[in-house]
């Protein structure tokens, strides 16, 4: 995770952006409400620093619940196994709330990040949500 210096514009609380709203608050809402938020924001305002943030979002949504799945159906699997069957349910509430636990701290760390104006980039889906935000459309892959 880093924070990148790319050409990507830092609003620094600038002045209102397409949405109304300044550009680091714009960015930090991007992550209120996950992918609702992001398509929100992504829609609302052509700042590139508030579609990256607005991307970034979306990507990350989408990861945790692809996410999500494979672990119920894996769970799911394994649960059925006559041997193993209470080892996984205690695994499987233990990695949750772990999981969920860090996904809270990454969810709050993102958006004290582009509240800050800083552009903080997850590894992976940070390089495609800046390919995007630059580009201003999804056709750049």
Known sequence: MSTSGSN????G????TGSGIAPNLAGALSYALGLITGILFLF??????????????????????????AVSILEAILGIVPGVRFLVA???VLGSLVLS???????IVLIVKAYQG????????????????RSGNAEST
């Open 118 to 133: 800083q552009r903080w980039k997850l590894p992976y889906i940070g390089d495609m949500a800046e390919r995007y935000a």
């Open 101 to 107: 636990f860090a996904a809270f701290i990454l969810w």
């Open 13 to 16: 609380g600038g002045a209102p």
């Open 44 to 69: 609302l305002d052509r700042n590139p620093f508030v579609r990256f943030h607005a991307y970034q979002s979306i990507f990350l949504t989408v990861a945790w619940v692809v996410f999500w799945i």
């Open 90 to 92: 205690i695994l499987a």
């Open 8 to 11: 990507l514009e830092s609003p």
